[in-house]
């Protein structure tokens, strides 16, 4: 009665680098048994080594030619998603700031903006189209575009076309008065831009009391939309 060599092997686990995307991979060295050996995934590959899967578990059938059997489970492994958002801060012509929130992924994070900073906060930005770049350390990335808005300072009449909006900070109302200026309308907005309160104006209107008790405390764009077309914004905080 012949003895045969059980089935050895050495194996690597190559994880997923990034979150949700098939760069796994198991690579299978056996070192006894007898040659030549048969291989079969549970994913369905009949090659030595799998590869280009997702996270998740694997069994290895492995067969030799003298019909010695064993089976092997692995686990590949993924990072979390990475997940990165900008918060920003309006414009009044050069002082607008934009910052960074990231989560997920494999810290630590690299930050490259459009202004060419790499730090996870920029300032002394004007109205306009910026965009943020974030990669972490298996170079997984996100790409963020925003804007920063210009918004009309209060007290400015040039800037804001003679509005005058008060009081900021608030409570429970806001007042506005738009003098000469033919308003259509104003559209409330929390940060995100999702529209809390649309208000159309009457002709010959010039001032406009809105209540605020419904408001969580926080910062809000007021847009302000002519009969022209014309749109300017204004930043308001809710207290």
Known sequence: MKNFDSIAVQSTIENVKCFG???GGIKVTPISGTAPFFYYWSSG???????DVQAG?????????????????????????????????????????AKAFVSGGIPPYAYSWSTGASTD???????????????DENLCERIIQFSIVSTVGVF??????????????????????????AIHS???????????GVYRISENVNIWKIQTDQLLP???LLEFKW???????????KM
């Open 21 to 23: 995307e098939p760069t």
């Open 218 to 220: 926080g910062h809000y």
């Open 121 to 135: 906060e920029i300032k002394d930005l004007a109205p306009g189209d910026y965009q943020l770049t974030v990669t």
């Open 227 to 237: 009969r022209n077309g014309k749109q300017k914004y204004a930043e308001v905080i």
């Open 186 to 196: 104003i559209v409330i907005k929390d940060v995100l831009g999702r529209e809390i």
């Open 45 to 51: 590959q009949t090659l030595q080594d799998l590869s």
């Open 57 to 97: 578990n694997y069994i290895l059938y492995l067969r030799d030619v003298n019909n010695c059997q064993k089976e092997l489970q692995y686990t590949i492994t993924s990072p979390d998603l990475l997940i990165a958002s900008v918060q920003t801060k309006s414009s009044t012509g050069q002082d607008g700031e």
């Open 156 to 181: 400015d009449d040039q800037m804001n076309e003679g509005i005058r909006i008060f009081p900021n900070p608030f409570s429970d109302h806001l007042e506005i008065i738009f003098g000469q200026y």
